[in-house]
């Protein structure tokens, strides 16, 4: 049985999702220590469809059997900010997220000088490295104004209407779909390189009612277009994100 699979490091983010931001500045270091040597991955240099011909990727798209891993956009939005605009900066002192955007932020600003939907006019001065409050990294993916791979909707992302996937695993569910995804296919596999079978509460209240409470409404209803497809493809619901959202604001 040949397999095609997304590998998708689920642990780390898993566990910035059980914490409010209070919580996670206050205790950085023990996450941080932990959650970087998941990175291991990286370093393997495994190869992608891109190292391949176009003859080649064809045939392995339509001859291998397809797993492709998805999250709630919203969630995936608050654990890309947390892990490159808030962690690697504070604890690992890497700012290169942080610049990136703010050059781009900048740049929009003297580009735009009198759009009245941006708040950043408020804020004339962008010093590259100053810190980029979730509000304007919202801005900034509703605007595509750096587009990434660890916030680009999976619409785009993994081409779902071109890849005729085999099967759709959740993060939160990650352990028992891969599992069962597996069975089906009458395959077995090393417990060590599976993900590991932890209780995990993807869709904490938190995540929405601390981390997007401190983002007006009308700008969390403009990221429903942006993302509309993957909320419908994948069995997502922006309208109960939306409910925990303003529940929490409503409770805060």
């Not at 504070?90 to 929009?108: E, I, M, Q, S």
């Not at 909707?153 to 085999?166: A, G, H, I, K, M």
Request: hydrophobic letters at 40%; glycine letters at 4%.
């Amino acid at each position: 049985m040949k397999l095609l699979l997304y590998n998708l490091e689920n642990n780390k983010t898993a566990r910035l999702m059980n914490v409010n931001r209070a919580q996670f500045l206050a205790n950085i270091s023990n996450y941080s220590a932990n959650d970087h040597h998941s990175g291991w991955i990286h370093g393997q240099h495994f190869k992608r469809l891109t190292h391949y011909s176009k003859e080649e990727a064809s045939m392995l798209v339509a001859t291998y059997k397809k797993i492709i891993v998805v999250r709630d956009p919203l969630e995936r939005l608050a654990s890309a900010w947390l892990n490159k605009f808030v962690n690697m900066p504070a604890h690992v002192g890497n700012f290169g997220w942080v610049k990136g955007l703010n050059n781009r932020l900048r740049n929009y600003q003297d580009l735009n000088p009198t759009d009245k939907v941006s708040e950043l006019k408020e804020e004339r001065e962008l010093d590259a490295k100053q810190p980029v409050p979730f509000r304007k990294f919202l801005f900034a993916v509703s605007k595509h104004l750096m587009e990434n791979e660890h916030w680009l909707s999976f619409n785009r992302l993994c081409l779902p209407c071109q890849v005729d996937y085999d099967f759709i695993a959740h993060t939160d569910t990650l352990a028992s779909d891969v599992r069962l995804f597996l069975k089906k296919n009458n395959m077995t596999a090393n417990e060590d390189v599976l993900p590991a079978q932890l209780p995990r509460n993807a869709n904490e209240d938190n995540v929405f009612s601390d981390i997007y409470s401190q983002v007006p409404t009308e700008e969390i209803l403009s990221l429903r277009e942006t993302f509309q497809e993957d909320f419908n493809m994948f069995g997502y619901s922006f309208e109960q994100d939306l409910a925990k959202i303003l529940t929490g604001k409503a409770m805060g």
